[in-house]
């Protein structure tokens, strides 16, 4: 036992070291940057403030009774530093684009800036931070009653509450932009971190080495039950409180004010990322064996949450004791001067200026100096908060546990885990899913975790706590639905946490999200890539720069205003005036404003001045890029399907034509075996008469032979057409041309049907004279295109005196042989078969041929580079027409 | 214009190849520390003996902490260097 003038001189002695070094290092820091404070070690030491008096003394405790469970609340932080490039990185880079000031106004920031949401994650935010606070008041209390022996405890802790106010007033709002680091604060935090760490390990090594004969001594008679704990190392309540820590490690307030608010550089966090956990490891190193030398040394019955203190005080080493309530003291102290910070910071701007917005109808007429007020309602926050710790205290009147106090804040403030995560990774999360799932996780938490803590005294009584509300077994607020047998803790978590994703997931996919809120998640969702936003002119709206620059001093102060509206003159390019309102101005002005008043008061005070909400070009386009690429895909797709429908009907075309060549080469061939089949009749039944029985006369015999040579002979010469046909329709037979003279082509041409002729008496007429006029021609095919045409014309005459007209037409390149008869011609109707293959003309004729004659004839031409056409004088006179190009006189050919 | 012989184009090609593995890193450590630390894989080392004194199960644990540490420790430069060489473009980020 230490005499309470030693104790308390030692206690105020390091308060006012506190107090110098806060003093120090903020005067310091106002003449120059310092460099060490803006180090990543000073950083991780401020962050340090995870571990509070509850795991000074109350992991021993845990430790004590629950065997290795208590690391679990430093796993879980330990694993969330270790993946920080995941999720810390990115909150911290929101944070500082957004210039967010707390996780409340980063919150409701993300869903549209939204002040109901500011208003309800404060309000959970008080009402979790109020126990832990109540923890700290109640471990110091503690220990000083331990050191200088029984006080009365109330009086201890409402000083002990008030020294703590006064120190957070005077260090920890000096300026109001939550960005700017309490320098002061920040450098005593890092101090009481250093303190906090060395004290446990001094006693930890005490206990080993000092008390205990080392390591193998501590552990040697401990049953495996003891470090198994209750049996449920590794079982639901260990995940479960891994993933509280976890949790609690981002959305505490004050972790959330060190890690992500005060973070100065973005590569303090790597550092942090390793040096953190290490930091945690080095405090728990010596848990474990203090917990159980304590419970060797000590008698039974000893409070394990103080064996801290009372293992050194047992074996006389007061110096050692000191030194441990020092580190004590430290930790509670960090952890209520940050959190009354950071909870000050979000009642002042999301529930003081909103109202203070509407009393003192700040806006066009600037009146009252806001930063008094802001300043003023911070320091009233900051003591009603330890007001508050202090009153919880009192009325609970102090659990037993340690531990299970610091849990209930850990569940309260896992509430806002759905909203934050979701609200940052997941574009579709809006407003009404964050305040639904909010809501209902802090009823469940309140109602199966909070109130029951207070153990029947404080809005639900014991009766309600064992047998539910009227009795009704199903609402047992620790049984919930019959979900029994089951760890109050895990019970909590499971519905609050649970109910509280659950519904933010639901209604965030059922409802939609106004134009403020799809900006602002596009911007959070997505904020690696829009790292300076480009505020373009997308309202064209005077706004009066005075008021605005009015506004800026009330909040800001002269000096920072006016720096800041000369930088965005200079920007604008001019020297002297104030800036043009652009939305650049408006928009840098509202982040400059959310810095100190939260995203949700600024946005509201500046467009209460502007009169519009402004949102950026880039913004927009990011909005409307979404939906941009939608009518991108689906003009894509109609190109296609257009694309597919032309292809169709190119593929019907085809098919259609391929169909018509089917038929055609069908036709062919039935017209083929047709022709084919009459000589063939005829050659059968005659050769069939001359072998049969029958008596055939000479002259008989003579008559059917020669028919029979007649028919062979019309056989031969039409398998030969159809073989010229079909090869120059495959263009497999290729002309040779030469130099022919026309007139010799012509007469040979009257020679040969000569016999055709002199039978008929037909007339011929072939003028002019066609001596020495030479064509390009196959000499051959020529004269058969001739005959043929010439024969036609004789068979198909029908006139009593037949005449047959060959003129002759040429220019210097070209000749045209007309081949007119006065037989009748060809009909127009006609003409457009007659060059089809088995065609014939409507004319009478004596002797019918194939119908291949025309067809071949045109062919030749056209394979000599000519062409046999029907020409019409008049309806009913055509004749026929042959084209040839014309050759220069050869000597060889002339002969 | 640069081309892809470019010693900086190169430079930058290797550092984002770097980067990618460091991040594919921490998140294999990430899986590995949860798995290693949750149950039903914690439980396995839940065995009565001691390890150089220390009770194995506060043993395992206290080691994997420290290789989470020193993991962590090893992959920070590799995670830091090529933020630093795109400023404004992040190829993490594919939320998007």
């Known amino acids: 036992m230490l005499s309470v003038d030693i104790l308390l001189t030692v206690c105020l002695g390091y308060v006012a070291l506190l107090f110098v070094i806060a003093f120090i290092v903020d005067r310091r820091s106002r003449q120059g940057p310092m460099r060490w404070l803006h180090s990543p070690v000073i950083y991780t030491l401020s962050i340090s403030v995870y571990c509070t008096s509850w795991t000074f003394y109350g992991a021993v405790g845990s430790a004590a009774r629950n065997g290795l469970e208590f690391v679990t609340i430093y796993l879980g932080p330990t694993l969330v530093f270790v993946g920080w490039w995941w999720l810390l990185r990115k909150l911290v880079r929101i944070a500082k684009v957004h210039r967010t000031t707390s996780i409340a106004d980063l919150i409701s920031s ?57 120190f957070t007033i005077l260090f920890g709002t000096r300026n109001l932009d939550a960005n700017e680091r309490h320098h002061g604060v920040v450098a005593a935090i890092a101090f009481e971190a250093i303190v906090k760490l060395l004290a446990l390990i001094a006693v930890g090594v005490f206990a080993v080495w000092g008390v205990a004969g080392g390591l193998g001594d501590v552990f040697a008679d401990v049953p495996a039950e003891a470090i198994r704990g209750a049996g449920d190392i590794f079982g639901p309540r260990w995940v479960t409180l891994t993933f509280l820590s976890a949790t609690a490690v981002i959305c505490l307030p004050r972790q959330f004010q060190v890690t992500v608010v005060e973070n100065i550089e973005e590569r303090h966090l790597g550092t942090a990322s390793w040096l953190f956990p290490l930091y945690l490891l080095g405090i728990s190193l010596f848990i474990m064996p203090i917990a159980f030398v304590g419970l060797k040394v000590l008698p039974a019955g000893s409070n394990p949450d103080l064996f801290v203190l009372t293992l050194p005080l047992s074996e ?273 002005l509202e982040r400059e404003l959310a810095g100190s008043i939260g995203a949700a008061s600024a946005h509201a005070m500046v467009t209460r001045i502007t009169g519009y909400q402004m949102v950026g070009m880039t913004e927009l386009i990011d909005i409307a890029s979404e939906t941009q690429q939608l009518i991108e895909t689906s003009r894509q797709l109609s190109e296609k399907s257009a694309e597919l429908e032309r292809t169709a009907q190119e593929l019907r075309n085809v098919n259609e034509r391929l169909r018509a060549l089917d038929s055609q080469k069908d036709d062919f061939l039935s017209q083929v075996s047709h022709e084919l089949r009459t000589p063939m009749t005829s050659i059968r039944s005659f050769s069939e008469l001359l072998l049969g029985d029958e008596e055939v006369s000479e ?77 390009s021609a196959n000499a051959d095919r020529l004269r058969q295109v001739l005959i043929n045409v010439l024969s036609n014309a004789v068979k198909y005459n029908t006139s009593a005196k037949p005449r047959i007209e060959v003129r002759t037409v040429t220019d210097s390149k070209e000749v045209w042989v007309d081949v007119v008869d006065n037989g009748g011609g060809v009909t127009r109707a006609d003409a457009a078969t007659i060059f089809e293959k088995f065609a014939r003309g409507n004319r009478p004729s004596t002797d019918q041929g194939a119908g291949l004659g025309l067809p071949i004839s045109r062919a030749f031409m056209n394979a000599m580079n000519g062409d046999l056409t029907v020409e019409f004088v008049s309806e009913s006179v055509s004749f026929f027409r042959l084209s040839l190009a014309r050759a220069e006189a050869n000597p060889a050919a002339a002969q | 214009m640069t081309s892809a012989n470019d010693p900086a184009v190169h430079d930058r090609g290797t550092s984002q190849i770097r980067h990618r593995k460091a991040r594919d890193r921490s998140v294999a450590l990430l899986l590995l520390g949860g798995v290693l630390l949750m149950p039903p894989i914690g439980a396995i080392f839940l065995v009565d003996t001691t390890l150089f004194g220390v009770p194995f199960p506060l043993a395992y644990i206290f080691v994997v902490w420290v290789l989470l540490i020193v993991g962590g420790a090893s992959l920070v430069k590799a995670l830091q260097d090529s933020d630093g060489l795109h400023p404004t473009t992040d190829t993490s980020d594919t939320s998007s």
């Open chain 1, 110 to 166: 993300r869903y549209g800036k939204s002040p109901s949401l500011a208003v309800l994650v404060t309000l959970i935010a008080v009402t979790a931070t109020t126990p832990y606070i109540a923890l700290q008041l109640q471990s110091v209390t503690r220990s000083y009653q331990v050191i200088a022996g029984e006080s009365d405890g109330i009086t201890t802790a409402f000083w002990i509450a008030a020294g703590m106010a006064l």
């Open chain 1, 699 to 775: 002259d008989q015999q003579a008559r059917f032979t020669s028919i029979i040579h007649d028919e062979s002979q019309r056989l031969t010469r039409l398998l030969d057409e159809i073989l010229d046909i079909s090869r120059l329709e495959a263009g497999l037979l290729s002309l040779p041309l030469e130099p022919v003279e026309m007139h010799a082509a012509v007469t040979a041409a009257f020679d040969s049907i000569a016999g055709m002729t002199h039978s008929r008496k037909v007339e011929i007429d072939i003028h002019p004279a066609l001596t020495g006029l030479m064509v």
């Open chain 1, 316 to 588: 006389q080493q007061n110096g050692l004791a000191l030194f441990a309530f020092l580190g004590g003291f430290s930790s509670a102290t960090s952890m209520v001067i940050v959190a009354a910070i950071a909870v000050s910071t979000m009642v002042s701007n999301h529930i003081v200026m909103p109202v203070a917005l509407q009393l003192l109808s700040v806006g066009r007429n600037v009146r009252g100096d806001v930063r008094w007020l802001l300043l003023t309602s911070r320091r009233v926050s900051i003591a009603a908060i330890l007001g508050l710790g202090f009153l919880y205290f009192r009325i609970s009147g102090g659990s037993d546990a340690l531990a299970a106090i610091g849990l209930i804040a850990f569940v309260g403030v896992a509430q806002f885990l759905p909203s934050l995560i979701g609200g940052i990774f997941w574009r579709s999360a809006n407003r009404a899913g964050a305040l639904t799932g909010l809501i209902s996780g802090a009823l469940l938490w309140a109602y199966t975790l909070f109130l029951p803590s207070f153990g029947g005294d404080f809005i639900i009584s014991l009766s309600v706590i064992t047998d539910g509300p009227w009795g009704i077994a199903a609402l047992r607020p620790q049984a919930l639905f019959g979900l029994t047998d089951m760890d109050p803790l895990v019970h909590a978590v499971i519905w609050s946490v649970g109910f509280n994703a659950l519904s933010f997931v639901i209604v965030s996919s059922l409802t939609g999200a106004n134009a403020l809120e799809r900006l602002q998640s596009a911007l959070f969702v997505n904020v690696y890539r829009s790292v300076e936003e480009d505020m373009s002119n997308v309202t064209a709206q005077t706004v009066d720069t005075e008021d605005l620059f009015v506004l800026a001093q009330r909040i800001l102060g002269q000096a920072h205003a006016a720096r800041l509206f000369e930088e965005m003159a200079r920007a604008q390019g001019s020297a002297h005036d104030l800036p043009q309102a652009t939305d650049t101005v408006v928009a840098r």
